[in-house]
């Protein structure tokens, strides 16, 4: 089965520093990569995905890039804000199930 | 918006109880999962269920069943709830066409 792995398991940033979350998958079968946030206490929410025919999507001041030959994909969180802080989770789509990665925990200090 | 609504946000249970916990969405989503989450093994699937009286197996299914009798309610079932199985527990519905999760707000048990 698909095996996705997260990095870093924590981030602390100062605010308004950018931030970068990477996961890596193992099988080129996943087509869809979708990035989840949880707050404390909190469900994960969908903030963004991508799709296997796109290389890089952007939502205000968060974007996805996605290298399908390296298999690994980013999350990229920019002029980063105190309510950014939350783990963030990927996932990958295969055969109608998805494989979550472990959780990044963003810290952004004030 | 699609609704997720999971019975209990917390449940306390004794080891070798059966415990039930429910997952009810207000959508026409076809599939509906059960996920558990624990601190740096992320989320992990137990079971889930692509249509009404159809359940497949997920990653960890050992000691959890689950029951789907109608569309809008999947039914995760602890045979006999030990320690192990202390966990956050979330429901995540999925329209047949594609897109991302729609979550629960999840259920926190503590097996004592």
């Known amino acids: 089965g698909e095996n996705v792995e997260q990095h870093p398991s924590t981030l602390s940033v100062q605010e308004g520093d950018s931030a970068v979350i990477k996961c890596t998958y193992s099988?080129?079968?996943?087509?869809?990569f979708p990035w989840y946030k949880q707050e404390l206490g909190k469900r994960p929410q969908l903030i963004i995905d991508?799709?296997?025919?796109?290389g890089e999507k952007k939502d205000q001041r968060i974007a996805v890039t996605l290298n399908k030959t390296a298999k690994h994909f980013s999350l990229h969180i920019t002029e980063t804000q105190p309510e950014d802080s939350a783990v963030y989770f990927c996932?990958?789509?295969?055969?109608?199930?998805?494989?979550f990665g472990s959780g990044t925990k963003l810290n952004v200090k004030p | 918006d699609v609704k997720v609504t999971q019975s209990s946000r917390y449940l306390v249970k004794r080891t070798g109880e059966k415990v039930f916990l429910e997952c009810v969405q207000d959508?026409?989503?076809?599939?509906m999962f059960w996920y558990r989450q624990d601190p740096g093994l992320g989320l992990r699937l137990i079971y889930f269920?692509?249509?009404?009286?159809?359940?497949e197996k997920g990653d960890i299914p050992e000691g959890y069943s689950v029951s789907r009798e109608k569309k809008e309610r999947f039914s995760l079932i602890l045979e006999s709830a030990s320690t192990n199985q202390t966990s956050m527990y979330l429901c995540?519905?999925?329209?047949?066409?594609?897109?991302?999760?729609?979550f629960g707000s999840g259920t926190r048990l503590t097996v004592v």
């Open positions: 996932a990958a789509h295969n055969f109608n199930k998805f494989y």
């Open positions: 099988d080129s079968a996943s087509n869809y």
């Open positions: 991508i799709r296997s025919n796109v």
């Open positions: 959508m026409d989503h076809e599939n």
């Open positions: 269920s692509y249509d009404v009286k159809m359940k």
């Open positions: 995540a519905t999925l329209l047949g066409t594609g897109g991302g999760y729609t």
